[in-house]
């Protein structure tokens, strides 16, 4: 079955701690981003990555880093430089390069909870 | 397992057209559905729909919740060239405590013809 996975579901670090979430694909798809969710909020982007070896800031990328060395892999790291980390983070990937609209398949999240 | 079924996948229609999109859910401790729609970036929020009954209108598009039979509809009337998008719906559930997670359909992806 193809799909996106993200892992862990929930996830829980110090105040201070560097945290890295997983994002993994099986659809074979170029394009992979990284979002976050708060409440009464809509989603929001940190980083997208068109191709392998490539990756843009979003709209919130401070705070967070991110590498994409396999077309298959989209690991998001929370630096302790994020100043609200705690959030619902969420993984996408798409099957173009994003120049076309193009539906983008969710996993199916990570919360995270700075203590 | 908590799952949100779209449809149709895919629709093409011509200007002025009105068109219905579906949404299904099954979830436990359901607290809300989303609607969004995606362009080519961040999908952009339209609607957040809570209660059974009651529409939400945003100019010509509108949504409306029927928690019984656990789905909801997306109408947009007079379609126009810029609703081609692909239109998501997500169901947030209660579970994570105070804050709810997002489980996203496979959207439904529309292209308005001149």
């Known amino acids: 079955d193809g799909g996106i996975t993200q892992s862990p579901k929930y996830l829980f670090r110090k105040e201070g701690q560097n945290v890295t979430l997983s994002c993994e694909q099986n659809l074979n798809h170029d394009a992979m981003y990284w979002y976050r969710q708060d409440p009464g909020q809509g989603l929001r982007l940190i980083y997208y990555?068109?191709?392998?070896?490539?990756?843009q800031k979003g709209d919130i990328a401070e705070g967070y880093s991110v590498s994409r060395e396999k077309k298959e892999s989209f690991p998001l790291t929370v630096t302790s430089a994020q100043k609200n980390p705690t959030a619902f983070y969420l993984c996408?990937?798409?099957?173009?390069?994003?120049?076309?609209?193009?539906?983008?398949?969710f996993g199916p999240g990570t919360r995270l909870t700075v203590l | 397992e908590d799952k949100v079924v779209q449809s149709p996948l895919s629709l093409v229609v011509h200007e002025g057209d009105t068109v219905t999109l579906n949404c299904s859910y099954e979830v436990t401790n359901f607290r809300s559905l989303l609607w969004y729609k995606q362009e080519k970036k961040a999908p952009t929020f339209l609607f957040m729909l809570t209660s059974s009954g009651i529409e939400k209108k945003s100019g010509r598009l509108s949504s409306i919740l029927d928690k019984k039979e656990l789905f909801s509809i997306l109408n947009i009337t007079a379609t126009q060239t810029g609703d081609s998008a692909v239109y998501l719906c997500?169901?947030?559930?209660?579970?994570?405590?105070?804050?709810?997670?997002?489980?996203f359909g496979k959207g439904t992806k529309l292209s308005v013809k001149p």
């Open positions: 997500a169901v947030e559930n209660e579970d994570g405590g105070s804050q709810g997670n997002l489980i």
């Open positions: 990555s068109q191709i392998v070896n490539d990756f």
């Open positions: 996408a990937s798409s099957g173009t390069s994003g120049s076309s609209i193009d539906t983008q398949y």
